[in-house]
């Protein structure tokens, strides 16, 4: 038995290698029964895992897929950053990390991550989830040269060739998300005149923002942007001799796809909200395997 975690904006996601699934709201999550409420959710036992795929927040901290019990700091390189702290999947972490059961902490994508190394000019590209989530779309699809968006509170895109991570963008570079986005020069203005903090104005960067646009135009303007993002991605691709299938995942995924396909004419593929959490129960099963390379991650038992 292998479990994925997907540590999302609004909930955390578990799924098994036999397809059980559970979603505990990250507000609902209490330290002291995660385990077992993750154990009756999924209708099991942590003694039968073998190995558990975790992921936590921007994985910033850590290059290669890592036995928990070699992390530090979550595997993170410091405390805040972008995006809105509740506490439930640090719950989650802390309480795996903690057991006996065997697990392994996905990294994200980031500065010092084996990707091109033009896109190492940021300091980070994409969350731990979304290896899981790429990792999945390359084995269940069996699509070796694909870009990956998933479009939610944020939008973060990922770039894949030869079943190899080779470049990401993340929310606070490019295209905006429903909720959080890239700080523009008003948004900076504010940061700097003690309006709001950074992180404060990252969180409210979405097309929500805009409250004298009705509900349309948001979707159309934010399905522009997934657009030219994922436009942005086939330049890096053009270098590896491909264009790749596009894959949409995301709450919002469903709301922006057809304009999408119009502006890329193209016919995306829409992957469900459980991708994530399935990819990493697949990256935990094929570490335990013996496999050592990840789409480029190395692995650190």
């Known amino acids: 038995m292998f479990i994925g975690v997907d540590h999302g904006t609004q909930a955390i996601r578990f799924a098994t290698s036999d397809n059980r699934k559970l979603e505990l709201p990250r507000e609902n999550i209490t330290p002291t029964s995660v385990i077992r409420d993750i154990e009756e959710g999924l209708n099991l036992k942590f003694d039968f895992i073998k190995l558990i795929g975790l992921t936590y927040s921007m994985g910033d901290g850590i290059t290669e897929i890592t036995n928990v019990k070699k992390v530090r700091n979550r595997g993170l390189k410091a405390a805040g950053g972008a995006g ?6 640090t719950a989650v972490y802390d309480a795996i990390s903690n057991s006996n059961t065997p697990a392994v902490v996905l990294p994200g994508i980031h500065d010092e991550s084996n990707i091109d190394f033009r896109m190492r000019f940021f300091s980070h590209g994409a969350s731990a989830e979304k290896v899981g989530l790429a990792y999945h779309v390359v084995t269940r699809y069996g699509d070796s040269d694909c870009i990956l968006c998933d479009v939610s509170s944020n939008t973060v895109s990922l770039a894949i060739a030869d079943s190899r991570i080779v470049g ?16 523009d020069l008003q948004a900076i203005r504010d940061v700097d005149m003690g309006l ?19 509900e349309r135009e948001k979707i159309a303007t934010l399905a522009l942007y997934v657009a030219m993002e994922i436009n942005a991605l086939q330049a890096l691709l053009h270098d ?3 264009q790749g299938t596009v894959f949409l995942a995301g709450s919002a995924a469903p709301m922006v796809k057809e304009l999408v396909d119009e502006l890329l004419s193209t016919s995306s593929v829409l992957l469900d909200p459980w991708c994530a959490a399935t990819g990493c129960a697949a990256v935990a099963r094929d570490v335990w395997e013996g496999t050592a390379d990840i789409m480029g991650i190395g692995v650190d038992l």
Do not use: C, M, W
């Open 168 to 183: 990401a963008i993340d929310a606070a570079i490019f295209a905006p998300g429903i909720l959080q986005g890239p700080l």
């Open 196 to 214: 709001k903090t950074a992180n404060e104005a990252f969180s409210r960067g979405g097309v929500q923002k805009h409250n004298n646009t009705n």
């Open 240 to 242: 590896y001799s491909t």
């Open 84 to 89: 809105r702290y509740v506490g439930g999947g």
